[in-house]
């Protein structure tokens, strides 16, 4: 079946650093993708979504590109400040029919002032 | 209005107690969804209502039991919990079940089962 899989956290990074978090996926054809953020107590927010290779989803500062050929969405940012400090989800779309999230196990990532 | 809204926002019950949580969005969505959520992992999938109908029931036990009254409004009704129930429980609600239709989340509501 479908899957995501995520890069180990947590993340500690210093402020302004330049963040990658690792995600791949596993899918029969071409799913949507996308980049959830849940900061301490709250709910998911949508960070970002691609729907179709070599799209390039980005919003506040962070980018993620669909790339088919490498199965990737991987989560970059310039600079990153302490208030990114949360945890980011990755997750496709099945396209099996009930278009059911799956998500990846989530990375925590820390930003140090 | 972009908001999903839940209440209450923490519930602390017995395992004997009756209880309801409850979920509203205003943005015409016709899909909505219950989630539970355990500390440090991802949310994982209970129900799916697509246009208030139950689509998708992730083999949940009958101790939860969903309801989509209208479009606007999805509740899960509790009974008999158990303390490994306790959790974070997220409602989301989409355009459609589609698959380019991100899921809109509400902050959920953290509960605690004695």
């Known amino acids: 079946g479908d899957s995501v899989t995520q890069m180990e956290g947590p993340v500690t990074l210093s402020e302004e650093a330049f963040l990658t978090i690792n995600c791949t996926y596993t899918?029969?054809?071409?799913?949507?993708l996308f980049w959830y953020v849940q900061y301490p107590g709250e709910g998911l927010q949508l960070l970002l979504k691609?729907?179709?290779?070599?799209d390039k989803g980005s919003n506040k500062g962070f980018e993620a590109t669909y790339r088919k050929e490498t199965t990737s969405f991987h989560l970059e940012k310039g600079s990153v400040q302490v208030s990114d400090s949360a945890v980011y989800f990755c997750a496709l779309s099945d396209r099996g029919g009930t278009y059911k999230y799956i998500f990846g196990t989530g990375t925590r990532l820390k930003v140090l002032a | 209005d972009t908001e999903v809204t839940q209440t209450p926002k923490h519930l602390v019950m017995g395992m004997t107690n009756k209880k309801s949580l409850k979920c509203e969005q205003h943005m015409g969505h016709r899909a909505m969804y219950w989630y539970k959520q355990k500390a440090k992992k991802p949310p994982e999938l209970m129900f799916v209502y697509s246009y208030e109908k139950l689509s998708i029931n992730e083999s949940v036990p009958s101790r939860f039991s969903p309801e989509c009254p209208n479009s606007s409004l999805l509740n899960l009704h509790l009974h008999a919990l158990q303390p490994e129930d306790s959790a974070l429980y997220l409602c989301a609600s989409s355009q459609g079940q589609g698959m380019n239709n991100e899921q809109f989340f509400g902050p959920g509501t953290r509960l605690t089962v004695l």
């Open positions: 899918a029969t054809g071409y799913p949507s």
């Open positions: 691609a729907t179709k290779a070599d």
